[in-house]
């Protein structure tokens, strides 16, 4: 039972740093949008959103925490990590946290706050959910002839570092 | 008719140089993938994959060549650029491509080939399309209450970079 009072205010601590990160990041003139990274109940990274101040659209504050973690920790495999972030993750950073295999997300605002203040992660998310052709962005397919020969030679390569 | 066919010599010149890097990747123990992003006709950025070079879990080739090409031309909005890719961008760059608002994605091999290869961007798209409640990371959400806040000062904030 203490153990369990304990872990609830281990996760309520970590989630105040991540949205501590959101707030200054606005008084900072970044977006306002904060992520903190744990392992072992250790905080190993923090991070705001920084597009506009590093003119950089990936540097959500989830990107940002992630890219940070793995160089801490110096593997690009989080597993048994957990995330902390202020919103609910975007499609580009719910995919960063899938390729970093993050254990768990826990967030407090949401894709439709995050809507109402002009961001709009849910037309991204809508975008990703349509078959190519029916999108936004014309996406054209050439030269896949070409291409494979990429991943042939990935396949018959000997030592490598898979992912 | 002219232009039509120097038109498309150039998309496949692009195209190939991003085959290319691709194909240079594997030689340098990177992933087999790599993008070029293009700009009234010239090339701004070209990357690979260095997931495992450098350990970092975004660093594919789509979402490293956006940060080159936004360092580069010293803005985060690559709208009137187009990305070339030597494979169908993951849900986390696509999401990086909606974001830096790219006008145009060639593509050469599927998430299908990718998945052949040892690359799940399927099970991602997957994942991303199911409501929280359903997918494999758990995922949590607490505190919206104080994280709003941050959300309430950025609407009040004057002078705002938006995006």
Redesign the interface.
């Known amino acids: 039972m203490l153990k369990k009072i304990k872990m609830k205010e281990n ?2 601590k970590f ?2 740093s ?2 501590d990160m ?2 200054e ?3 900072n ?1 970044g ?4 992520a903190v990274i744990v392992k072992d109940g250790k905080i190993i990274s923090k991070a705001s959103n920084s ?2 101040l590093h ?4 540097a ?1 504050a989830e ?1 940002n925490a ?2 940070m973690a ?2 801490k920790l ?5 597993s048994a990590c957990e995330i902390y972030t ?3 993750p ?21 894709k439709n ?2 809507k ?3 961001f709009d992660d849910s ?3 809508q ?3 349509k078959n ?1 052709d029916k999108r936004k ?8 002839d ?6 042939n ?3 018959e ?1 000997e030592n ?4």
């Open positions: 996760i309520e989630m105040k991540a949205i959101s707030i990041s606005v008084n003139n977006g306002p949008f904060g597009v506009t003119n950089d659209p990936t959500h990107v992630i890219r793995s160089k110096n593997t690009f495999d989080l202020s919103c609910e975007c499609p580009m950073c719910l995919g960063a946290i899938y390729w970093a295999r993050i254990d768990k997300i826990f967030y407090a605002n949401t706050d995050a109402k203040v002009g037309f991204i998310y975008e990703i959910g190519i962005i014309p996406t054209i397919q050439i030269m896949r070409k291409a494979i020969v990429a991943f030679n990935w396949t390569k490598k570092i898979e992912y």
